[in-house]
């Protein structure tokens, strides 16, 4: 009984969210009730999607996030592969350097970060958005942990009949490191689709705005109604329910992964 509350007080502000959304543009009611009435439109959808920047930001949400999320896949298990089960000086110094990534808050490297972003000219562009998502200290680390679990019976037998490390990445390991790489690129989707702070350092101009530093934008223009920001939020809201009830069961086996193997 305690469960299902508390579920209701979770899902509570979204199911209002959705209910403001559809009301026409400057409803006002002085009673909560009425939120949940009709006049019900979809007409500010339509609007906010073809006659503002909502559509394009909602775009540049969705690139900037699958492409990091390909990126940091790639890099990741790469990086993680040659810790785990290649032989060369200092691996262990390595791993232990990205072991201290951690420790180290995203917060802390933002200036360093703009100051070699400013002299690669790479302010101002989606390279800019892409490239420092990339780089995943905890991906390494999950996906080295789990590359540490593959027999190295199975290893041996693909070198022993003739078979290059690139070869054994993407034809024997990645096959088996399937749960460990949808976790990564699950949290990084995420982690990327809500990312605020790069974003709004960045950026300067409106067409490249991401959801996040474009939606404070636009809300400050009606700080005195509910329906049009709630209508925009929304928008940026709706992708990531959609996504959460199609992978529902891979987003909760991915938790779980990572809080065993981090």
């Not at 006049?39 to 609007?47: E, M």
Request: aromatic content about 14%.
């Amino acid at each position: 009984m305690i469960g299902v509350i508390v579920a209701i007080l979770f899902v509570f502000p979204i199911i209002w969210m959705l209910f403001v959304s559809i009301k026409p543009d400057g409803f006002m009611t002085t009673d909560p009730l009425n939120w949940f009435l009709p006049p019900y439109t979809f007409t500010n959808y339509i609007d906010l999607l073809f006659d503002s920047l909502i559509l394009r930001w909602l775009l540049n949400s969705l690139m900037v996030a699958v492409i990091s999320t390909v990126l940091t896949l790639i890099f990741t298990s790469l990086a993680a592969y040659a810790i785990s089960q290649m032989k060369f000086h200092f691996k262990h110094f390595i791993f232990i350097f990205f072991l201290l990534g951690l420790m180290i808050p995203g917060e802390a490297t933002i200036i360093p970060l703009y100051e070699v972003a400013k002299s690669l000219n790479l302010l101002d562009s989606y390279t800019g958005l892409i490239l420092p998502m990339i780089a995943s200290p905890l991906g390494i680390i999950i996906l080295k942990s789990f590359f540490d679990g593959v027999p190295k019976e199975v290893i041996e037998s693909a070198i022993i009949d003739g078979c290059s490390h690139l070869k054994i990445y993407y034809k024997i390991v990645l096959p088996l490191s399937k749960p460990a790489l949808a976790a990564i690129g699950i949290f990084t989707f995420i982690g990327s689709w809500n990312n605020f702070l790069w974003p709004f350092i960045s950026i300067l101009s409106e067409n490249l705005y991401t959801l996040p530093v474009g939606l404070p934008v636009f809300n400050a223009a009606y700080t005195q109604t509910y329906v049009l920001p709630m209508t925009a939020n929304a928008i940026a809201s709706i992708p990531l329910l959609i996504a959460f009830l199609l992978f529902e069961k891979q987003i909760v086996k991915g938790i779980s992964f990572s809080g065993i193997k981090g």
